[in-house]
């Protein structure tokens, strides 16, 4: 394990430690609304500020971009870029699937490393470019199904600004009901494609994602042998809002409905 994932694991597991300890405990004043329907807490800014903390003593020339606000502007030309904590709205509402995400690139745009972590369950999923992803230590695969009424798809659903693709958006999701044995919606894209690149669910679709959702997740996915583009079909997915995840037969098939019901 490189330092970059070692210190992104300390750090993820230091954040999870927070969300445990506040877990069912929240009181209304430690919530507040960013815009609407998009809400913070003081557990998400306690947990950016702690994973900042320990990766810029660690990598003080690198820069950061986090969710909750933490811009730092380094000279090394890498980025971490990290969700505190994915899921606010479950956490909100004492439902139990939320994560901290953290992951690495360089300047040219490629994932280094990335770290998903679910305090809840303690699966912690690592992957670093080129070394293969891991869930607590064992590697992991995407899915090897091939049969259309056997797969699980994960999706995210349109909650906000969403007049303008809500049609397309049921439209996709209708054909791929019909072509699979069932859609999951746990509300964080980080544990979805975590769950993508173990092969427990066969693949994950999301529009207007921000890098922070879904940056480590990308690379687990694709260290486990999956494919990742956008909804047009290219690989840099830093240049849209959106996320289609799989393996060799069921990334197709996403990519296929998404040309189908998106213009971007």
Request: charged share 20%.
């Amino acid at each position: 394990m490189s330092r970059e994932l070692e210190c992104a694991v300390r750090a993820a597991r230091a954040a999870g430690a927070i969300t445990l300890e506040k877990f069912g405990e929240l009181s209304h004043p430690e919530i507040q609304v960013k815009e609407f329907k998009d809400f913070v807490t003081e557990v998400d800014k306690a947990c950016e500020a702690l994973i900042s903390s320990i990766i810029s003593e660690s990598f003080p020339r690198d820069s950061m971009l986090c969710e909750e606000g933490t811009i730092i502007s380094g000279a090394s030309g890498r980025t971490w870029i990290v969700d505190p904590l994915d899921g606010t709205l479950n956490f909100i509402h004492s439902f139990p699937v939320f994560a901290i995400s953290i992951a690495l690139k360089d300047s040219s745009g490629e994932l280094l490393a990335g770290v998903v972590y679910q305090p809840v369950l303690q699966e912690l999923f690592t992957a670093q470019r080129g070394e293969g992803a891991y869930l607590n230590g064992k590697r992991i695969s995407i899915s090897s199904r091939s049969n259309n009424e056997s797969f699980l798809f994960a999706t995210g659903l349109p909650f906000k600004e969403y007049s303008h693709y809500l049609e397309s958006y049921i439209g996709m999701l209708k054909e791929v009901i019909e072509e699979s044995a069932g859609i999951r919606r746990a509300g964080s894209a980080a544990i979805d494609l975590a769950y993508t690149a173990c092969g427990r669910f066969d693949g994950f679709w999301e529009y207007k994602l921000f890098p922070w959702d879904f940056a480590a997740g990308v690379l687990l996915v694709r260290e486990a042998g999956g494919v990742v583009t956008n909804f047009g079909g290219e690989s840099d997915v830093f240049k849209k809002q959106s996320i289609l995840a799989g393996s060799t037969i069921t990334h197709p098939l996403l990519l296929e409905k998404a040309l189908k019901h998106f213009t971007t």
